[in-house]
T-cell receptor, first 116, second 113 residues
Framework: GNSVTQMEGPVTLSEEAFLTINCTYTATGYPSLFWYVQYPGEGLQLLLKATKADDKGSNKGFEATYRKETTSFHLEKGSVQVSDSAVYFCALSDLNYGGSQGNLIFGKGTKLSVKP | NAGVTQTPKFQVLKTGQSMTLQCAQDMNHNSMYWYRQDPGMGLRLIYYSASEGTTDKGEVPNGYNVSRLNKREFSLRLESAAPSQTSVYFC????????????FGSGTRLTVV
C-alpha cells in the first residue's frame, strides 16, 4: 500500500543553518506530493506541493523536488529562522489510482526547533 | 477569511458521554475529512466524504459516526467516549482531485477522562 516515511525528529538547528528533512514514499500510480507545516496550537497548512516527476515546489524559502527515481521529496531551506520552528509533515495523494478519495497519506511528522 | 471552521476548540468528556464535533467550510469544496492526531502517530483518517450525500470509512473509524449535513458541513460524533479517543481532531476539505492539497481547520482538543 501507499506510505510515507520521513526522518524522525526532533531536529534542532541554529538560526541561519541549512535545513534538510528527508521524505521518501511508496505509491502505486503517480502521486502528488506535499509538505505541510503545523505551528504550535494550530492546524496544518499547505507549505508546498509537486504534482509530477522533476517538479520543484517552493514557498517561503522552502523547496522540495519530486524525484521519481529515488521516490523522494526532501524539504530544504538555505537559512532557517526561529519563526520556522514547527512540525513538518510530508504527504502523498495517489489520486490516479482507483480515483478514490480520502487518500492523503501523511508521514509521522518532524519537529523542527530553531535556536537564536 | 475563507477556510475551515471547527467547534469546539477544547472539550473534556467523561467516559461514556457523547458529543458531536462540528466542521464547516466556505471554500465550496466537494470533499471533506476527519483526522485524528496523536503523538508519534501522525495524522490518521477517521472518515471522509467525497461529495455531499456520501461518507466512507478511513483508517480508524471505530467508535465514530459522521454526517455530511450539506455541502458545507461535516460533523463527527462520538456516541460513547472512551479514554482512547483522547486526541486532537482535525477537519479538512478539498476538491476531489486534491490538486491544491487539503485545507485544515485549527483542530479540537478532546480529553476523555
Amino acid at each position: 500500500g501507499n506510505s510515507v516515511t520521513q526522518m524522525e525528529g526532533p531536529v534542532t538547528l541554529s538560526e541561519e543553518a541549512f535545513l534538510t528533512i528527508n521524505c521518501t514514499y511508496t505509491a502505486t500510480g503517480y502521486p502528488s506530493l506535499f509538505w505541510y507545516v503545523q505551528y504550535p496550537g494550530e492546524g496544518l497548512q499547505l507549505l508546498l506541493k509537486a504534482t509530477k516527476a522533476d517538479d520543484k515546489g517552493s514557498n517561503k524559502g522552502f523547496e522540495a523536488t519530486y524525484r521519481k527515481e529515488t521516490t523522494s521529496f526532501h524539504l530544504e531551506k538555505g537559512s532557517v529562522q526561529v519563526s520556522d520552528s514547527a512540525v513538518y509533515f510530508c504527504a502523498l495523494s495517489d489520486l490516479n489510482y482507483g480515483g478514490s478519495q480520502g487518500n492523503l497519506i501523511f508521514g509521522k511528522g518532524t519537529k523542527l526547533s530553531v535556536k537564536p | 477569511n475563507a477556510g475551515v471552521t471547527q467547534t469546539p476548540k477544547f472539550q473534556v468528556l467523561k467516559t461514556g458521554q457523547s458529543m458531536t464535533l462540528q466542521c464547516a467550510q466556505d471554500m465550496n469544496h466537494n470533499s471533506m475529512y476527519w483526522y485524528r492526531q496523536d503523538p508519534g502517530m501522525g495524522l490518521r483518517l477517521i472518515y471522509y466524504s467525497a461529495s455531499e450525500g456520501t461518507t466512507d470509512k478511513g483508517e480508524v473509524p471505530n467508535g465514530y459516526n459522521v454526517s455530511r449535513l450539506n455541502k458545507r458541513e461535516f460533523s463527527l460524533r462520538l456516541e460513547s467516549a472512551a479514554p482512547s479517543q483522547t486526541s486532537v481532531y482535525f477537519c479538512a476539505s478539498s476538491e476531489p482531485d486534491g490538486y491544491d492539497g487539503y485545507t485544515f481547520g485549527s483542530g479540537t482538543r478532546l480529553t476523555v477522562v
